[in-house]
């Protein structure tokens, strides 16, 4: 009897008619009707490799200096310019056009390196078909993930706007309409809690500390500053599960003063182990490339010492004075520095971001706008208008969005640009739009269909 799983062989092999295989088709419509985009890649893929290129010839020059030991000289490592160098035939590399394909496509497979999408990607027909067409076998999950990642910002901005050149060609839709909408997205960080962010960064401080040793440097591992850690682990359980009982408030205060001044005990103990690390790493003589992730891993133990220092302030001020801390003074996670702290439209709280998109009357999306925390709606109405002008060459006729977006300032802006319907919907925007405008038949339409912004955000957060 045959195995189950031996080899089949196939005269011809088909994509099957699927959604993925219609997806990445239209993309490579694209292409032929968009060429520049695969030498916008390839420049950024020649640039990448440039950069490794440097920090090897760096390493090597390192390298070639050692011998010499002549006392009292030192020889710098010549540090040459990537966008100076030549790149040489070496291994073949994954095609432009393919780096293309999986960048647009990493929607539909949840990116590279979980194991749901490597199983989809390895067991794609349609991928299969591509790749044997192009000569080339299926990139490993890092080589993939550094590949895509290595195509900038400006060229994916190019992509987006090579798309909408071509809905414009082919006339699907005018793009006269914009609506405009905001969305909560989680960062890459737990719900914040004062003890929890203490414990972590004493423990990330003191985890590579005691790693240093890896790149040439003295590890640091302070007695002192364990036997605290462990006092800080059980604070912060106590803290957590007393939560909600009768008197927990006040014995909570209790609790968080002992943590404050263990803390602050760690905090002292560290600060001069790291300025000595910081001092042996200026003078660090290793390959240049060591030395790079040398000099990082520093600016990362004095960001965390700093943000330990924000956090035993912020928490003082909170919870033994009961002052109302502002958000900017905040530590609000360990691994993600830029969240900011989200609550909007009556649901739960989120510790994340909140992406500005702009959808066309046809569905399409036309701009994308990611700031840093939680910045106000009211300020990226006018920044939004600008970026769909300048991507599509069109002036939006139509500009709907909801009330969060209400600035008189910025509402006479876009109507001096050229926007006939600005409709703001809800209490504040009824309250800086004339009532002659809030009743005109253009103006409702144009309020009641500013919800399909809306499911395009859910198509977008939970389809892809």
Known sequence: MSNAFDPVPLIVLCPPDSELAAFLQEAHRLLEREPEIVARIEADLDLHGKRKKSLRLQDAEWIRSRPLGLPGVEIEAATVPPEALVLATGRPRTPAYVVYMFLVGRGYYGGFKSSGAMTLLQESTTLAVFLANQQT????????????????????????????????????????????????????????????????????????????????????????????????VSLHKQISMGTGRAGSRRERRKLYAKLLRLARKARAALDPHVARVE????????????????????????????????????????????????????????????????????????????????????????????????????????????????????????????????????????????????????????????????DDLDHVAARDGRSAVESLMFTIKHGF
Request: aromatic residues 4%; hydrophobic residues 40%; charged residues 25%.
């Open 279 to 438: 001092k042996e790493a200026a003078a660090l003589d290793v390959l240049p490339s060591r030395r790079q992730l040398a000099l990082r891993l520093t600016g990362g133990l004095r960001t965390d010492l700093r943000n330990l220092q924000r956090v035993i302030d912020a928490c003082n001020a909170r919870v033994l004075h009961e002052r109302i801390v502002p958000i900017a003074e905040k530590v609000l996670s360990v691994s993600d520095p830029d969240v900011g702290f989200i609550a909007k439209g009556g649901r739960d709280p989120v510790v994340g971001y909140k992406p500005q998109l702009g959808r066309s009357g046809g569905g399409f999306v036309v701009g994308l706008i990611l700031p840093q925390g939680n910045a106000a709606d009211s300020d990226q109405l006018v920044p939004m208008f600008e970026q769909v002008v300048a991507r599509t060459g069109v002036v939006p006729t139509t500009v709907s969005t909801d009330d969060g977006y209400a600035s008189r300032a910025g509402r006479e802006t876009l109507k001096a640009r050229g926007v006939t319907v600005m409709s703001i919907s809800g209490s504040k925007g009824k309250h800086i739009t004339t009532p002659e405008e809030w």
């Open 137 to 232: 076998g299926m990139p490993g999950a890092s080589t993939l993930s550094e590949l895509a990642n290595a195509v900038s910002n400006e060229t994916r901005e190019f992509i987006l706007s090579a798309q909408l050149r071509q809905v414009l060609g082919e006339r699907w839709d005018p793009l006269d309409t914009l609506l405009q909408d905001s969305t909560a997205v989680e960062g890459n960080t737990e719900w914040p809690k004062d003890s929890q962010l203490m414990v972590d960064l004493v423990a990330r401080l003191m985890r590579r500390g005691s790693r240093l040793h890896e790149l040439g440097l003295k590890d640091f591992n302070e007695p002192l500053v364990g036997k605290l850690l462990g006092k800080m």
